[in-house]
């Protein structure tokens, strides 16, 4: 069965902190999506990747950079955590156009 | 600049109502598909709609892609308690691998 996992259900940063979400998963999809989930705006992407090392802004990146090193990981990396940064983050992976996006179960990031 | 408006925010109904929900945008999109989120979980893909016009029937659940491919709809018969969740719409432009999510419907289903 597909499986998309995200490292840490919640977490709990502080304000400046370098912080780091991973995502793997286990379908060898070329296709990978970073979004953040906020109460009345739906899901907003942040970035997206679809091949080892390359890597396409999304809507919001401002604040975030990514990394792909291997097909099967995706990492989205908050360079300097601010509180505006609170939300929950979802991963997903995608096989082709207009096949299903495979959610992980998200990340619940609070920044202090 | 989200671009996808979905309507309405939230939608309490009885069991056995029926419902729909709508997804607008200006934009026209390569294909259109809808997710369902439960609480503590990820959105999981109902359904996909590619062509104008198309509409598919999952059970209770009718999706119809618009004719400019600029809309969405999904009718909900008879509506379950199962049925309650977020339900998110997410159109495609040509050319690209990337989604716009809408703004989501909050769905509850009272027994």
């Known amino acids: 069965d597909v499986k998309v996992t995200q490292s840490s259900r919640y977490l709990v940063k502080r304000t400046g902190e370098k912080v780091f979400l991973e995502c793997v998963q286990d379908?060898?999809?070329?296709?990978m999506f970073w979004y953040r989930q906020d109460p009345g705006l739906g899901l907003r992407l942040i970035y997206f990747s679809y091949d080892v090392k390359m890597k396409e802004k999304g809507d919001i990146p401002e604040g975030y950079s990514v990394s792909r090193e291997k097909k099967e990981r995706f990492s989205l990396i908050l360079e300097s955590a601010s509180t505006n940064q609170t939300s929950m983050y979802l991963c997903?992976?995608?096989?082709?156009?207009?096949?299903?996006?495979?959610f992980g179960d998200g990340t619940r990031l609070s920044i202090l | 600049t989200q671009l996808l408006e979905q309507s309405p925010q939230f939608l309490s109904i009885q069991e056995g109502e029926n419902l729909t929900v709508y997804c607008n945008s200006s934009?026209?999109?390569?294909?259109l598909q809808w997710y369902r989120q439960e609480p503590g979980e990820g959105p999981v893909l109902l359904v996909t709609?590619?062509?104008?016009?198309e509409v598919k029937k999952l059970k209770r659940l009718t999706f119809q892609f618009g004719d400019a491919r600029k809309d969405s709809s999904l009718h909900i018969t008879a509506a379950q308690p199962g049925d309650t969740g977020l339900y998110l719409c997410a159109g495609r432009y040509s050319g690209t691998y990337k989604y716009i999510f809408g703004t989501g419907t909050r769905l509850k289903v009272l027994a």
């Open positions: 997903a992976s995608m096989s082709g156009s207009n096949q299903p996006q495979h």
């Open positions: 709609v590619v062509t104008g016009g």
């Open positions: 379908m060898d999809h070329e296709n």
């Open positions: 934009s026209v999109f390569s294909s």
